[in-house]
């Protein structure tokens, strides 16, 4: 069974024409040059048709380290709250991570009013030990070299009536193009046989093509008797 990467699967027809579907895909697969059996491929979408494709639910950052391969930092949210007051913007910091503090209720009414108080959310990526960065000269602050991935949960979404039935047209283009490949290769094939070496073969009961005996036909020559046999040597 062939082996194909994605864009050979999705040329052929094998995969859904849903773009969140093929991120799925390609996540599972692990990159879009990975080869996977034909096998892989069908199993992976069957899935995807019966239990849904996965979502994205968020995004990391990844690092290069020295040995050429990306590796994932860790993540640190922070939660600051700002509201408007006589005096200008007002900030009040929540602290970070999950147990982030609510503002302060007491906060509201020294302004005359209660609430109205806004949370801001930011999150900032720290990079694994060793990572690769060079320090800007300016800021002194390290550069590293990063790129951002998809993260994804165990919420799935279902395909739509209509991204069903390209999925079946898709797979009947496929199998008709693959068939048709097929048939290509095998006139090719019986083409290139008809020259080379079977191409100079004499064909049963036909003389050689230069007109000279066959080998093994004509002995050679020497029709003396031996013990009074006239045997041909």
């Not at 040995?67 to 910091?93: I, N």
């Amino acid at each position: 069974m062939a082996a194909l990467d994605f864009g050979m699967a999705l040329s052929r027809g094998m995969l859904p024409t849903s773009e969140k579907a093929q991120k799925d895909l390609l996540n599972l697969a692990g990159g879009r040059n990975i080869f996977k059996s034909e096998d892989w491929w069908n199993k992976a979408v069957d899935k995807q048709i019966k239990e849904g494709y996965r979502t994205v639910e968020s995004q990391n950052k990844e690092f290069l380290m020295p040995t050429g391969e990306y590796k994932a930092g860790t993540t640190q949210t922070s939660t600051s709250y700002v509201q408007s007051s006589p005096f200008g913007l007002m900030t009040y910091s929540g602290g970070s991570g999950p147990l982030a503090q609510s503002a302060p209720s007491y906060m509201g009414p020294l302004w005359g009013y209660s609430g109205g108080w806004q949370a801001r959310t930011s999150t900032s990526y720290i990079a694994p030990e060793g990572a690769i960065f060079k320090v800007d000269p300016k800021t002194k602050e390290k550069q590293y070299t990063s790129r951002f991935y998809d993260v994804y949960g165990s919420k799935r979404e279902d395909f739509t009536a209509g991204e069903l039935s390209d999925i079946t047209a898709s797979a009947k283009r496929g199998a008709e193009q693959a068939k048709r490949i097929a048939a290509e290769s095998k006139a090719t094939r019986k083409k290139r046989g008809t020259g080379g070496v079977l191409a100079k073969a004499r064909i049963e009961g036909e003389g050689p093509a230069t007109g000279l005996p066959a080998l093994g036909e004509g002995g050679l020559g020497i029709t003396g008797s031996i013990l009074g046999g006239g045997i041909k040597l």
